[in-house]
């Protein structure tokens, strides 16, 4: 039997999972940077093992709204085809290992705004969506911007 490992969190009421070979830590955010004129899902910069990283706010990105940060915030850094950023989650909850077989494919998916939910973990008394980091982040406007932005902070920063 085939599985695969996933980060589980929660924003709002929901659980979501990634893969763990896009997560490079989970951390508690600390010093978020706001950078200004950067889209809304931006929260701004964090330094993560000497690293600046954007934190992407996935509350905002899923439900078009801020949410205050709380103890049980947490910071999802991940590693992209485009570039490493941080997640901002409302609470990452379990590391889990699940069979592929309860990975369901559901058509609502083929919407291009939801392209990078990729699945949904069936579990008993459970739903779990899979997000795919690679796909959201380029279903992101402005995006390329951010990533032309941290290319150039880091020249400046290696100089």
Not at 1 to 7: A, C, E, G, W, Y
Not at 68 to 75: F, G, K, Q, V, Y
Not at 77 to 105: F, H, N, P, R, Y
């Amino acid at each position: 039997m085939d599985t695969v490992k996933v980060v589980i969190f929660k924003e709002k009421h929901e659980e979501y999972a990634i893969d763990v070979d896009h997560v490079i830590s989970i951390e508690k955010p600390e010093k978020i940077t706001p950078v200004p004129q950067l889209p809304n899902f931006i929260k701004g910069l964090v330094k993560v093992r000497g690293e600046l990283v954007p934190v992407v706010d996935l509350h905002h990105v899923l439900y078009g709204t801020d949410e205050a940060l709380h103890e049980m915030t947490r910071l999802i850094v991940l590693k992209t085809g485009i570039l490493k950023l941080a997640l901002l989650v409302g609470e990452a909850k379990e590391l889990m290992e699940v069979s592929t077989d309860s990975i369901k494919q559901v058509g609502l998916f083929a919407y291009q705004k939801t392209s990078y939910f990729t699945g949904v973990i069936n579990l008993d008394n459970r739903l779990i969506t899979l997000i795919d980091p690679n796909r959201m982040i380029n279903s992101l406007d402005g995006i390329r911007e951010i990533q032309a932005y941290m290319e150039e902070q880091a020249k400046i920063t290696d100089s």
